[in-house]
């Protein structure tokens, strides 16, 4: 089945500097793939998502970027600033084979800190 | 729009006992998801329900059960409670189960002793 691997599982940078997470995951036909964001005691929310027929998607600060052939997708945030300090999580799609409907698989996690 | 609503917020069972966690949606979607989430484990699908009338197993069902009351609310029932059932709950839901974003509660957050 599907398994989605996610790095690293820590992550601290310097206020205003860049931050990526990688994740990897296993089935080829899998093709949607979001992100969220999990502040301390709340519920993940979603932040970016994107679908197998787009090789990158940017929302202000954020973007992801899909690389089908080695079958990984990552999370940039530039300008990071305190409040981007959170759990994040990736997600890949269970491909519909007729029974668990597109279900998602999570990473594990990465808490980012940002420090001012 | 409250989104998706969980109850309760907050538990402490003892061991053997049953509960069930209320979850309600008033978005119009068709899919709903219980998760557990425990730490470094990531979100681990219990069950869900693609659309209402059907419910189905998810990574980890076993020691839980689920119901589809109708399309707003889906409920998921501890029987008998153990304490590797200690974790944080989440309820979930999507327009429908294909490539589409999941919205989630606020959580239940559990602890059985």
């Known amino acids: 089945g599907e398994n989605v691997e996610q790095h690293p599982s820590t992550l601290s940078v310097q206020e205003g500097d860049s931050a990526v997470i990688k994740c990897t995951y296993s089935?080829?036909?899998?093709?949607?793939f979001p992100w969220y964001k999990q502040e301390l005691g709340k519920r993940p929310q979603l932040i970016i998502d994107?679908?197998?027929?787009?090789g990158e998607k940017k929302d202000q600060r954020i973007a992801v970027t899909l690389n089908k052939t080695a079958k990984h997708f990552s999370l940039h945030i530039t300008e990071t600033q305190p409040e981007d300090s959170a759990v994040y999580f990736c997600a890949a799609s269970i491909p519909d084979y007729g029974g668990s409907q597109g279900n998602l698989i999570f990473g594990k996690g990465t808490k980012l800190s940002v420090k001012p | 729009n409250a989104g998706v609503t969980q109850t309760p917020k907050f538990q402490v069972l003892k061991t053997g006992q049953s509960m069930t966690l209320q979850c309600a949606q008033d978005?119009?979607?068709?899919?709903m998801y219980w998760y557990r989430q425990d730490p470094g484990m990531g979100l681990r699908l219990i069950y869900y329900?693609?659309?209402?009338?059907?419910?189905d197993k998810g990574e980890v069902p076993n020691g839980y059960n689920v119901s589809r009351l109708n399309k707003r609310e889906f409920s998921l029932r501890l029987e008998s409670a153990a304490p590797s059932q200690t974790s944080v709950y989440f309820c979930?839901?999507?327009?429908?189960?294909?490539?589409?974003?999941?919205?989630f509660g606020d959580g239940t957050r559990l602890s059985i002793l």
């Open positions: 978005m119009n979607h068709n899919s």
């Open positions: 329900s693609a659309s209402e009338g059907t419910t």
């Open positions: 089935d080829s036909a899998s093709n949607y």
């Open positions: 979930a839901s999507s327009y429908t189960g294909i490539n589409q974003p999941q919205h």
């Open positions: 994107i679908r197998s027929n787009v």
